[in-house]
C-alpha cells in the first residue's frame, strides 16, 4: 500500500522560505509524477508544482520564480523549496504521487505566511 508522509510545514513571515518534503512509501516500480497542491480556506485544490520521473516539471504561475520542485528517485520523496512567501500561500499543502496509473496522495501540511 502506498502512503506519502509530509513534513516541514510552519509558520513563517512574509519574505521568509520553507522546505516541504514527501516521502512514498510501498514503492515497488518506478513512480511516473510527484507533486504539490495547496488547499487555501474557501478556495479550491489548485497544483502548484508537478514534477515527471524524467525531471520536466511544472508551476503554477503564482509561484513560478519563488518554488522549486525536486525529486529524490532513490529515497521516492519529493521537495518543495518555498522563498519569497506571501501570504496568500498561506494554505494547506498535499503531496500528490502519480504511480501505477493511480493517484496518491498525503495527509497535508499547513503552511502559513504571516507576521
Known amino acids: 500500500q502506498v502512503q506519502l508522509v509530509e513534513s516541514g510545514g510552519g509558520l513563517v513571515q512574509p519574505g521568509g522560505s520553507l522546505r516541504l518534503s514527501c516521502a512514498a512509501s510501498?514503492?515497488?516500480?518506478?513512480?511516473?509524477?510527484m507533486g504539490w497542491y495547496r488547499q487555501a480556506p474557501g478556495k479550491q485544490r489548485e497544483l502548484v508544482a508537478s514534477?515527471?520521473?524524467?525531471?520536466?516539471?511544472n508551476y503554477a504561475y503564482s509561484v513560478k520564480g519563488r518554488f522549486t520542485i525536486s525529486m529524490d528517485n532513490a529515497k521516492n520523496t519529493v521537495y518543495l523549496q518555498m522563498n519569497s512567501l506571501k501570504p496568500e500561500d498561506t494554505a494547506v499543502y498535499y503531496c500528490?504521487?502519480?504511480?501505477?496509473?493511480?493517484?496518491?496522495w498525503g495527509q497535508g501540511t499547513q503552511v502559513t505566511v504571516s507576521s
Open positions: 500528490w504521487c502519480r504511480y501505477q496509473g493511480n493517484n496518491y
Open positions: 510501498g514503492i515497488i516500480f518506478s513512480i511516473s509524477a
Open positions: 514534477i515527471i520521473s524524467g525531471g520536466r516539471t
